[in-house]
């Protein structure tokens, strides 16, 4: 049976882990609600380019613009985006198994990935992916060039 100093200790161990993990729930807390404020912003943006582009999109002669031209598939990419560390729950579980569900269907051989965060890269590499490209580590300090460089690479 363990003696009185043993539980304290004990008690004081878990008393300091709370602290811990109260504090990190405060931080991953404040970070959810910055983007959650930043994807608001963008919101009216987004709209209004959606409005501008589907009326455009009659009036533009499709030969000139590859991306709009209906033809075969051979090939499907897929983005797989997850975070870079755990800490977040289900989240990176339920994308990679969703994602290798959907890619099974189409065979490995067919499908191309697009990895965002160190959890994709890591899954789809140890199981043997083509692996496009790989963004890791920046999400702290995502920003547009990030976006117009993933963007480019999947085009």
């Not at 009216?44 to 009326?55: K, V």
């Not at 009036?59 to 090939?75: A, S």
């Not at 590499?125 to 702290?140: A, L, M, N, P």
Request: a positive charge.
């Amino acid at each position: 049976m363990a003696n009185l100093k043993d539980i304290r200790d004990r008690i004081k161990s878990v008393k300091s882990i709370q602290k811990v993990t109260k504090a990190m729930k405060m931080v991953a807390a404040a970070k959810m609600r910055r983007a959650q404020e930043n994807m608001e912003q963008a919101r009216p943006y987004s709209s209004r380019l959606t409005d501008i582009i589907q009326n455009l999109l009659p009036d533009v002669d499709r030969g000139l613009l590859p991306l709009l031209n209906v033809r075969e598939v051979k090939r499907v990419a897929y983005v797989v985006v997850t975070s870079d560390k755990g800490l977040a729950g289900s989240f990176n579980s339920s994308v990679l198994r969703k994602s290798q569900n959907e890619i099974d269907e189409l065979g490995k051989e067919n499908v191309d990935v697009f990895c965002i965060g160190k959890k994709a890269r890591d899954h789809y590499k140890s199981r043997g992916y083509t692996i496009i490209e790989s963004h890791v580590d920046f999400w702290g300090n995502l920003n547009f060039n990030h976006a117009i460089k993933i963007g480019n690479g999947i085009v």
